[in-house]
């Protein structure tokens, strides 16, 4: 137990000898990146895709050959021989066609043919009208099964395969009976097709199942190319190469061209056998990787956003574009009788020229195409008149409501219709606004006829009240207080009548100068505490200890502040807090006055600063004030160069004040 306590100690300590292993930064762990990041991870999948994509092309067409050859229904001797009997006719044809014209050696060419094919032996029987002849030739090679036995007809002296009926009309016929190697030892196009014919033979079932493997590999590796993309070991986010500079459509050009290239002079110098096999084998595999090279160009592109933009398809589109916008606006921007002049003359223009030039037949044509542009143009612009018409009309009814639908409409019957319409809606709003500042006047005298009664009356009551009594009675003196009292009340309406008119005017005196925001609504925060503390409220400051400086009229401003700290003692709910702000956004001062409201506020924040509005919407009340500080508080702060804006969310009030800084 001890001993391992110090081997422990020992290996704590350790380190501490080494001052400089101590002293050493520890390194930061490097951010693992996914495996769509790894080049040889890419480089992996990218030859899988080409290998599974050959594989599955090569069985797609082993298996559709298998199809088409009845690989499935008849035996390998029947399918050889059915493959075997185009070549071995074509080579017959040349061999009869030599014995037949005997000129320059043509039995030595015809050995010759027959040597240099798997061939075993040949024997040709011409007919009696043609020449009573029999040739054969045997090779040293064994003969194999396979068999053929037909006929030759002779058409203007040159032999070619017919069927029986078809030999009727020739010079004469041939009879030919060939017998091909057994095991094909030279490598010619028999030996090539019974390769290939055993290989697609054993191959019928399995095929299919290679087919789907390849499939299934091939989507896969292809997936995560297009996945990986763009991405490198570096950054986590696509990143441009300099292959996706180039022009997309370009880059698929010269990736045709090049395979172009590589395979028309491979595909002309070679011919058959082993060799042309492995060489078109190897033109697919560079087709693919083109092919694939592109498919990965293109998913680049589409993560950065950009593959249509980069072709140069897009950039003519975009000019052809562009000419024909801005033809169209020079048509729009030419008067309407210009542009009737040019239409006009241009088919005057054209009339004269068919009338000149054209004959009876070019003329109908012409008048024919004219007639079926023209015609349905006039019945559009008919149609589109008669919409306007309708519009006009029902303006002139009254129905300012009802637009012009501009569904079809172009050029200036467009603006035409809209036109129309912004008469509609400019007719509606002035309507509206008509009502509604008759509504508001009708309100207002209301409003002041109730606030300048109530005092008023109290006044003459109580005068009479006073008048009643004797001289000394202890009542005067109370009927004199309230007397007071009214009439204070009725000045302070007064007052703020003629402010209200004068700052809505403009006629009020305003004195801009620098003026600190902090110590204003610091010493508004000490004058209301008191105040808020009777309202049952609790005042929340949130003013920065910087200095905010506007230009403003101090003694307005601080109206403004009085008017809106006095309107939340009145009409906060008791028990809330009342918070007053100070904060600089975009180059402003942005002061803000929210409480919570102690009536429900059914009244948009638009109406509540009109004058003479309460949020009771009760002027019975015990609540004093008669709506005008709100209006006060706005239109002392425009004169400021200053915004007021009112926000009501429930029972949420919120006053913001917004002044340029300096």
Known sequence: MGSKFFKELAVVDEPASNPEASAAPMETPKKKLPLTHSLPAKVTAFIFTIIAAFLALGSAVLGYFAYQSNFYTTTREEIRKNNFEGQVINDATDVVNELYHDSEGGADIARDIIDSRNISYITVVFSEDVVNKTWSYKTDREAGPDTFSFYLYNFDDHFMRRSAEGGVGSKGNAKVNVALTKDFPLNDRYALKNATLNFVY????????????SVIIGLSCFIFLMCASGRHQTSDKPEASFGTKIPFDLLVALAGFAFCIIYVPVFHMLGDGLISVVAGAGEMVIALAIFLGLCMSFATRTKLGSWWKNTITYMILHFIWKCVKGCFKLITKIPLVWKTMVISCGIFFFDLLFVGLADDAEKMIYIFIRSIILIPVIIYIAVMLRNLL??????AEGHLEQQVSTSGMILDLKDAANNLNSIGKGMSLAVEERTKSDRMKTELITNVSHDIKT????????????????????????YSEVLHRQSEKLKRLIDDLVETSKATTGNIEISLAPCSVNEMLTQAEGEYEQKMETAGLTLVSNVPEKTVTIMADGRRLWRVFDNLLNNACKYALSGTRVYMSLEEKGGEAVITFKNTSREALNISSDELMERFVRGDKSRNSGTEGNGLGLAIARSLTELQNGKMNLFIDGDLFKAELRFPLI
């Open 390 to 395: 309708k519009g006009s009309q029902a303006l």
């Open 202 to 213: 054993s191959m019928r079932y399995i095929t299919y199942v290679v087919a789907f493997v």
């Open 455 to 478: 005092p008023l009356t109290s006044i003459i009551n109580y005068s009479d009240l006073i008048s009643k009594e004797p001289a000394d009675s202890e009542k005067i003196k109370e």
